[in-house]
């Protein structure tokens, strides 16, 4: 077993009240496989009137992920895509060489918990066509006291049904009493896992909501005891040869390729496209933080 290293979440308010955990990218670990970025938000119960409303904003070079745990949320797209996700359900879209994408609450004042990931495009991959895929049926499974759900990847005699770019695993695992369980590993992929309710324990370490355990490679199993009315949430992958670019909302093997979209954003150009009649205000981007050349 390999030290784990403990990743403290930094909070962030995205506005309505709804205040989300950040896990990636953290200082200490950037990525795990091909996972980017990782929030948790929620549980929040929005009061009357309010709710999760994110206006029209672009990605490229990554594959937004959303596993929704509570809730109803709208999502809207520049590929003409309207679909309303609901819990235990995934939505996977693939901006590629460019995308734009609303997300809102179906309904305000509802309760909202979810994680929202981003994996991150290999460089082979960056520049492929946009996409949007709804997944609502999973493999599910029991193992001992724990209902495990396969998110992305493949686990055992199970595949789950999200078109990813590289090899990786996401995994669900929920517990409504404690439970020990172990699970096969890849030793060449990385992992890390956190508590999105509840605590776990590895190798003898405890876990509280929200701590994220990077767990690096080279293993075959992992022993986890999960506490009463638990879930934790498993990513896994291949480790990138080099780490990605991140900057606002778009990802990309170099900041030449990241700098240029947020140009053509800043610009309106026709890489990203209208949502509808295109009359929802978009969300401006912030500057780039580096000097452009
Ligand atoms: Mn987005």
């Given at each position: 077993m390999n030290p784990i290293l403990r990743i403290a979440p930094r909070n962030a308010d995205l506005g309505d009240g709804l205040l989300i955990r950040r896990m990636l990218p953290s200082r200490q670990q950037r990525m795990v496989g091909a996972w980017c970025f990782l929030d948790h938000a929620g549980p929040v119960d929005f009061p009357a009137g309010r709710g999760m409303h994110v206006g029209p904003h672009p990605h490229i070079g990554l594959q937004t992920f959303t596993w929704l745990i509570e809730g109803e949320v709208l999502h809207r797209d520049s590929l003409g895509n309207e679909q309303v996700i609901r819990p235990g359900e995934v939505n996977l879209m693939t901006a590629g060489r460019g995308i734009v994408h609303t997300e809102d609450?179906?309904?305000?004042g509802q309760r909202l918990h979810a994680a929202q990931l981003w994996i991150a495009l290999p460089p082979e991959s960056e520049h492929c066509a946009p996409d949007f895929a709804h997944h609502p049926v999973l493999p599910r499974w029991r193992e001992g006291g724990a209902s495990l759900t396969l998110l992305a990847g493949t686990y055992g005699d199970h595949a789950a049904p999200p078109r990813v770019h590289s090899p990786l695993l996401g995994l669900d695992i929920a517990s409504t009493v404690p439970t020990t369980l172990t699970l096969a590993l890849e030793p060449v992929f990385e992992y890390g896992l956190v508590p999105l309710s509840g605590e776990a324990q590895v190798a003898g370490e405890r876990f509280a909501t929200?701590?994220?355990?990077?767990?690096?490679?080279?293993?075959h199993h992992l022993s986890l005891l999960l506490g009463a009315d638990t879930r934790v949430l498993l990513l896994g992958g291949e480790p990138f040869a080099e780490p990605v670019h991140m900057w606002w909302n778009f990802v990309g093997s170099s900041r030449a390729v990241i700098a240029e979209a947020q140009g053509q954003w800043e610009r309106g150009e026709a890489r990203f496209g209208p949502i509808g009649d295109g009359s929802r205000p978009r969300l401006a981007a912030p500057p780039l933080p580096w000097r452009a050349d």
């Open positions: 609450s179906l309904a305000d929200d701590e994220f355990a990077y767990l690096g490679r080279g293993q």
